[in-house]
């Protein structure tokens, strides 16, 4: 049972046994409202330099509820139990709190909104027809919410990150060699990451975290059937 395997601690009762025992919900219900603005514009600066930049808007709003439970089949709620735990049940927002288990029906703690603006901005240059090299600094926004099917009951805010990269697209060896390189760091705030409390999964903002890297890709045309 879910008892033997770890996944639930011990009850101060015993589950039933019955083969109509228990059927674990992991459920709920999420709302979300978003509206986005975006523009992107180029410039040439001269006949081998271009400007590139953009943004967006973003705002969402956010709504829920948690619907973590154990029926006996059909729909007989045997976890939470109101009679020990009267507050794990609660159609009021603010007011529920998790039995120790971590069983809860009610509404998360919302509506919570996020909002971010995300600017995008980068040079080319293409010195002649085969070759490009670029320049990009750009705005990530992953917008927060909540972690529906579990115990958290409280929102997880946005990640954001800044994205610098460097690169190189070219085609060389008259057309023999075509190749893209490039370098760079991404700069993450507010992290997002799952976690564990209890044996319950939760989604978490866990910090700052950096990721610096390098890619190349190259594809030889060796001469007539090969690639």
């Known amino acids: 049972g879910f008892q ?13 046994q019955t083969t109509a025992c228990c059927n674990l919900q992991l459920s709920g219900r999420q709302e979300t409202e978003a509206l986005a603005f975006f523009a992107d514009a180029e ?4 006949d081998h330099l271009t400007l590139r930049a953009g943004g967006r808007y973003a705002w969402e709003e956010r709504d829920g509820a948690q619907r973590f439970e154990l029926l006996v089949e059909p729909d007989i709620r045997f976890a939470p139990e109101v009679a020990f735990f009267p507050d794990a049940v609660s159609d009021q927002r603010g007011e529920a709190v998790p039995d120790p288990f971590g069983f809860v029906v009610a ?4 509506p919570t909104s996020f909002d971010a603006f995300t600017p995008k901005i980068g040079l080319d240059f293409a010195p002649n027809n085969d070759i490009l090299l670029y320049a990009t600094i750009q705005r990530g926004f992953k917008s927060g919410g909540y972690n529906i099917g579990s115990s958290q009951l409280d929102p997880f805010e946005p990640e954001k990150i800044w994205s610098y990269e460097l690169g190189l697209k070219g085609s060389f060896l008259d057309g023999a060699l075509d190749l ?3 370098v760079f760091f991404y700069d ?11 044996n319950q999964p939760i989604i978490r903002n866990v910090g700052a975290a950096e990721v610096m890297g390098f890619e190349v890709e190259a594809l030889a045309r060796m001469g007539s059937g090969f690639r």
């Open 4 to 16: 033997d395997a770890g996944v639930l601690p011990p009850f101060p009762i015993v589950l039933p």
């Open 43 to 46: 410039l040439a600066l001269s």
């Open 107 to 110: 509404p998360v703690n919302g």
């Open 180 to 182: 893209a390189s490039a």
């Open 188 to 198: 993450y705030t507010n992290l997002q990451a799952q976690d564990s409390v209890a």
